[in-house]
């Protein structure tokens, strides 16, 4: 039972390039969610999907975008990478937007210079 | 405006050795707390939900109260392992949107 996965673990990238954060769930989770947690800050909400097909801007949404692929899967894209987006993205899933219990994935460590 | 402030920021104890971490929220409407604990270099793990209702929670030897009066929050870790290293995140479901918000977390060391 793997439960949140994501990949990759650790990425550099040179300011204005692309790429997209991998995020799968096996739990059959309705609502995924990504984050950003930078120091000495609170993890922030990026953009979340509260069901298949639906997707909403969080509380830090500039600079990205997201694509719910299905029911398992929710990618984070960032089109044109800038130093401030340097930091550690967590992918989490929960039962409903509800229910408060998100199951968090290992995080990517992303570096941005 | 919506927060959830957690103290001290850092705190070393020696392995055996009680402490109380706390959250303080000014959150409303106010669903419930959860504390979290996030290892190094990992996500982090749910420990226990409180609910005005349920304002006392143990699992292991970490107890949870929540008081609603003074809107406080605290997780009590009893004869403290090494393992019990980490960061300790209170987490509140609330405000107009019922999103998840995040304390900034207790970093926790416990030395042998």
């Known amino acids: 039972n793997a439960g949140v996965t994501q990949t990759p673990k650790f990425q550099v990238l040179k300011t204005g390039q692309s790429m997209t954060l991998q995020c799968a769930q096996d739990?059959?989770?309705?609502?995924m969610y990504w984050y950003r947690q930078d120091p000495g800050m609170g993890l922030r909400l990026i953009y979340y999907?509260?069901?298949?097909?639906?997707?909403d801007k969080g509380e830090v949404p500039n600079g990205y975008n997201v694509s719910r692929l299905n029911k398992r899967e929710f990618s984070l894209r960032l089109e044109s990478a800038a130093p401030s987006q340097t930091s550690v993205y967590f992918c989490?899933?929960?039962?409903?937007?509800?229910?408060?219990?998100?199951?968090f994935g290992q995080g990517t460590r992303l570096t941005v210079v | 405006k919506n927060q959830v402030e957690q103290s001290p920021q850092s705190l070393i104890i020696l392995e055996g050795k009680n402490c109380t971490l706390q959250?303080?929220?000014?959150?409303?409407?106010?669903?419930?707390l959860r504390w979290y604990k996030q290892d190094t270099g990992r996500g982090p793990v749910s420990l226990t939900i409180m609910t005005f209702s349920e304002n006392t929670k143990s699992n292991g030897r970490y107890t949870a109260t929540l008081d609603a009066d003074t809107k406080q929050s605290s997780l009590h870790i009893t004869a403290s392992q090494l393992s019990d290293s980490a960061s300790y995140i209170c987490?509140?479901?609330?405000?107009?949107?019922?999103?998840?918000?995040f304390g900034k977390g207790t970093k926790l060391s416990v030395k042998p």
């Open positions: 999907s509260a069901s298949e097909g639906t997707t």
């Open positions: 739990m059959n989770h309705n609502s």
């Open positions: 987490v509140i479901r609330g405000g107009s949107q019922g999103n998840l918000i």
């Open positions: 989490a899933s929960s039962v409903s937007r509800q229910n408060t219990e998100a199951f």
């Open positions: 959250c303080n929220y000014t959150v409303s409407p106010f669903s419930n």
